[in-house]
């Protein structure tokens, strides 16, 4: 049986939370989230707590009233605060250069690359090899941190690359000298 899905989320002053049918919206002044309920789970909304319940006892039900849960608590927690994603990138001349919607990365190419944040994300330069992306929907705050890694994702020996704020990459001993 799950615990997460027996959870019971409170809702945050200044935010409201409405179902139509099978599509859950919460709302606050920073914007609008909205999730399609699935149908192996119950979800109701009394006063300022929303709860989750399986349909039915079989696994399945069982699994996805703590997913939907989850879910929910994501898009209480996006709305209220937020979500930020530290990016640092380590290397001899690799550089972030923000302007507006558009991060320019130097990371060792013979051109610089250019990736434009999607609609929702805010990207702020900390420093010329820091950002911080912020947003209310976790999913895309962190896929498109990932999309941006994803351009030169850290390698093990010198440890050169993007890297998530914090990370902390596995290094490999290089090769030894011959006896």
Known sequence: M??????????PTGVEASLNGSLLTVKSSKGTLELNIDP??????NENVIETKPVDDTPRANVMSGTVNSLI?????????????GLE????GYRFNVS?????????????????CPEGITVKSISNTEIELFGIDKQKVSEF??????????EPYK???IRYKGEHIRRKEGKKAAK
């Open 2 to 11: 799950s615990r997460i899905g027996n959870r019971k989320l409170q809702i």
């Open 40 to 45: 192996l789970v119950i979800v109701t909304i």
């Open 73 to 85: 608590n994501n898009m209480l927690v996006g709305v209220n605060e937020g979500y930020t994603k």
């Open 89 to 92: 990138i380590v290397g001899v």
């Open 100 to 116: 507006g919607n558009k991060i320019g990365i130097n990371a060792g190419f013979s051109h610089p690359v250019e990736v434009v």
């Open 145 to 154: 941190a990932a999309k941006v890694r994803e351009i030169r994702s850290p």
């Open 159 to 161: 440890g050169k690359g």
